[in-house]
């Protein structure tokens, strides 16, 4: 069984930093590419960033772009979320998630998509005050 599982998320003042880790069981990690989504209560669910299975390719919203860099670990079977600058907008339980659509596919879509991604975490909250 595929089992996703988020965690690092907390409470944190504006400015701060935070981490976010994702491990991932019952599948060949680096077959998968993954993502980090986002969302807000009575907000949709919003892709945050994504990375290729080897690492090499990225992606990020651009409300993030320069604050958020993920990365991954394939030996670990873990993904990770620096998240730095944090303002509040950036408020969301935060969930971890993996896709078996080949790269290209995920990489010429304008945004990331809910529907593109199949093993999902139970999320993690972050919670940026002022």
């Known amino acids: 069984q595929v089992q996703v599982v988020e965690s690092g998320g907390g409470l944190v003042q504006a400015g701060e930093s935070l981490k976010l880790s994702c491990t991932a069981s019952g599948l060949r990690f680096d077959d998968y590419a993954m993502g980090w989504f986002r969302q807000a209560p009575g907000k949709e669910r919003e892709g945050v960033a994504s990375i290729s299975w080897s690492g090499d390719s990225t992606y990020y919203v651009d409300s993030v772009k320069g604050r958020f860099t993920i990365s991954r670990d394939n030996r670990k079977n873990t993904l990770y979320l620096q998240m730095n600058s944090l303002k509040p907008e950036d408020t969301a339980m935060y969930y971890c998630?993996?896709?078996?659509?080949?790269?290209?596919?995920?990489?010429?879509?304008?945004?990331?998509?809910?529907?593109?991604?199949?093993?999902w975490g139970q999320g993690t909250q972050v919670t940026v005050s002022s």
């Open positions: 998630a993996a896709s078996d659509r080949e790269w290209w596919f995920l990489a010429q879509r304008q945004s990331l998509r809910v529907t593109d991604f199949d093993y």
